[in-house]
C-alpha cells in the first residue's frame, strides 16, 4: 500500500513519528528531527525494529518543500511533492498528519471526493458547516475516513479496559485534564473515554470563561458525569481518571518514557491500514462523527454564554441524519 504524508503544523511533528512507522528512519540522521520527545521514543522503544508490513510512506507534502525534504530524508520516503494535488492517482491513502483542525477539510476534500481512504488526526472539522460538508461529500464518495487521537490506542487504555470488565464496581464519575486547547486536544481524552463507556451523550456545556481554558461537563445517557479541564498553558501529563464507588483509576496518555505514545501511534496506524485493506477497523465512524460534533457543541456553549447544549439538539439538526 502506498501512503502519503500531508503535514506539518508548529508544535506538531507527527509526519516525522508516523513516517518512521511506515518504513524506519535514519538513525544517523536523527539529530535533524526537531522534535526531543519524538527523538526519544525513536532512538528508545521504536528502534528500527517496530515497522509495519504491507504499507509504505512513498509520498510527502508539505507547506515548505525544505522540511518535506528534510522529513523524507529522515525516514526514507522516496518522493517530495511541490503541491499536494500532485499526491492524487499517486497513492493509495492519505494521512493528514496536523491538527491545526480549521484546515482539516481544506486538505481531505479533494482525497474524499475520489474515494481516497483518508486518516484525519483527531478531530474531523472544528464547525457544523464543514463537517456537514465533510458527510455530505463522503456519502457520495463512498470514501473511508478514519479520524481519532492515539490516545484511544495507548496500553493504558487496553489495562483500564480490562481492570474494568473484570470489576464489578460501579463507575460514578470521570474526571479528565490536557493542555493546549479544547478544539485541538479534546480527542485525546474522549476518544478514550468514549471507547471504554460509549458515545451516548446526554448534554454538553462549557462552563470556562475566558480564551486560555475550557471547562466542560458531559452528561450521559445513563446519567454518568464526566468533566473535562483543558488549559492553555499547563504542566501536566494528559490523562483522565474513572472514579467507582470503591476505588479509582487514572489512565495516562504517556509515561516517562514515551513508550505509551509510541504504541499509541503504531497500534492506530496498523489499524488504519487493516481498514483501507479490509474495511475492518477497531473504530466506528459513527463513534467519530458523535465525538466530533460534540466537542463543536461545546465550543458553541462556550461562545453562546455557557449554554447548556442537549444532544439531541444536534441529532435534531442537519447532523443528525448522519449519525446512527
Given at each position: 500500500?502506498?501512503?502519503?504524508?500531508?503535514?506539518?503544523?508548529?508544535?506538531?511533528?507527527?509526519?516525522?513519528?508516523?513516517?518512521?512507522?511506515?518504513?524506519?528512519?535514519?538513525?544517523?540522521?536523527?539529530?535533524?528531527?526537531?522534535?526531543?520527545?519524538?527523538?526519544?521514543?525513536?532512538?528508545?522503544?521504536?528502534?528500527?525494529?517496530?515497522?509495519?508490513?504491507?504499507?509504505?510512506?512513498?509520498?510527502?507534502?508539505?507547506?515548505?518543500?525544505?522540511?518535506?525534504?528534510?522529513?523524507?530524508?529522515?525516514?526514507?520516503?522516496?518522493?517530495?511533492?511541490?503541491?499536494?494535488?500532485?499526491?492524487?492517482?499517486?497513492?493509495?491513502?492519505?494521512?493528514?498528519?496536523?491538527?491545526?483542525?480549521?484546515?482539516?477539510?481544506?486538505?481531505?476534500?479533494?482525497?474524499?471526493?475520489?474515494g481516497i481512504p483518508?486518516?484525519?488526526?483527531?478531530?474531523?472539522?472544528?464547525?457544523?458547516?464543514?463537517?456537514?460538508?465533510?458527510?455530505?461529500?463522503?456519502?457520495?464518495?463512498?470514501?473511508?475516513?478514519?479520524?481519532?487521537?492515539?490516545?484511544?490506542?495507548?496500553?493504558?487504555?487496553?489495562?483500564?479496559?480490562?481492570?474494568?470488565?473484570?470489576?464489578?464496581?460501579?463507575?460514578?464519575?470521570?474526571?479528565?485534564?490536557?493542555?493546549?486547547?479544547?478544539?485541538?486536544?479534546?480527542?485525546?481524552?474522549?476518544?478514550?473515554?468514549?471507547?471504554?463507556?460509549?458515545?451516548?451523550?446526554?448534554?454538553?456545556?462549557?462552563?470556562?470563561?475566558?480564551?486560555?481554558?475550557?471547562?466542560?461537563?458531559?452528561?450521559?445517557?445513563?446519567?454518568?458525569?464526566?468533566?473535562?479541564?483543558?488549559?492553555?498553558?499547563?504542566?501536566?501529563?494528559?490523562?483522565?481518571?474513572?472514579?467507582?464507588n470503591k476505588q479509582?483509576?487514572?489512565?495516562?496518555?504517556?509515561?516517562?518514557?514515551f513508550a505509551s505514545?509510541?504504541?499509541?501511534?503504531?497500534?492506530?496506524?496498523?489499524?488504519?491500514?487493516?481498514?483501507?485493506?479490509?474495511?475492518?477497523?477497531?473504530?466506528?465512524?459513527?463513534?467519530?462523527?458523535?465525538?466530533?460534533?460534540?466537542?463543536?457543541?461545546?465550543?458553541?456553549?462556550?461562545?453562546?454564554?455557557?449554554?447548556?447544549?442537549?444532544?439531541?439538539?444536534?441529532?435534531?439538526?442537519?447532523?443528525?441524519?448522519?449519525?446512527?
Open positions: 500500500m502506498k501512503v502519503g504524508i500531508v503535514g506539518i503544523n508548529e508544535g506538531n511533528g507527527h509526519p516525522y513519528s508516523y513516517s518512521s512507522i511506515f518504513n524506519g528512519f535514519n538513525e544517523d540522521l536523527i539529530d535533524t528531527c526537531p522534535f526531543e520527545v519524538i527523538r526519544k521514543y525513536l532512538t528508545e522503544t521504536h528502534k528500527n525494529s517496530h515497522i509495519l508490513e504491507n504499507a509504505r510512506v512513498t509520498h510527502i507534502w508539505t507547506q515548505d518543500i525544505e522540511t518535506s525534504r528534510n522529513i523524507a530524508d529522515f525516514t526514507y520516503i522516496p518522493n517530495v511533492v511541490a503541491d499536494i494535488d500532485d499526491l492524487i492517482n499517486k497513492v493509495d491513502a492519505v494521512i493528514i498528519a496536523r491538527d491545526d483542525v480549521e484546515n482539516h477539510w481544506k486538505l481531505s476534500k479533494k482525497f474524499i471526493e475520489r483518508v486518516f484525519i488526526d483527531k478531530l474531523l472539522t472544528p464547525n457544523f458547516q464543514e463537517l456537514e460538508e465533510l458527510l455530505v461529500c463522503r456519502d457520495k464518495s463512498g470514501g473511508k475516513i478514519m479520524a481519532t487521537s492515539s490516545s484511544r490506542f495507548t496500553p493504558g487504555i487496553y489495562r483500564a479496559e480490562k481492570l474494568l470488565n473484570e470489576s464489578e464496581d460501579s463507575v460514578r464519575y470521570i474526571h479528565g485534564i490536557s493542555k493546549v486547547s479544547w478544539i485541538r486536544y479534546a480527542n485525546h481524552l474522549l476518544d478514550g473515554i468514549c471507547y471504554l463507556f460509549g458515545t451516548e451523550f446526554e448534554s454538553v456545556q462549557n462552563t470556562a470563561k475566558g480564551d486560555d481554558k475550557d471547562i466542560v461537563h458531559i452528561e450521559f445517557k445513563n446519567g454518568l458525569d464526566c468533566i473535562l479541564s483543558i488549559y492553555k498553558e499547563i504542566a501536566l501529563p494528559i490523562s483522565f481518571t474513572v472514579y467507582t479509582h483509576y487514572t489512565i495516562p496518555f504517556t509515561d516517562t518514557s505514545y509510541f504504541f499509541g501511534f503504531y497500534n492506530m496506524l496498523n489499524d488504519f491500514v487493516s481498514y483501507v485493506s479490509t474495511g475492518k477497523s477497531a473504530l466506528s465512524f459513527n463513534d467519530s462523527v458523535k465525538i466530533s460534533s460534540l466537542i463543536i457543541a461545546a465550543s458553541d456553549s462556550k461562545r453562546e454564554g455557557n449554554r447548556k447544549i442537549s444532544f439531541d439538539e444536534v441529532l435534531s439538526s442537519s447532523i443528525g441524519k448522519y449519525i446512527n
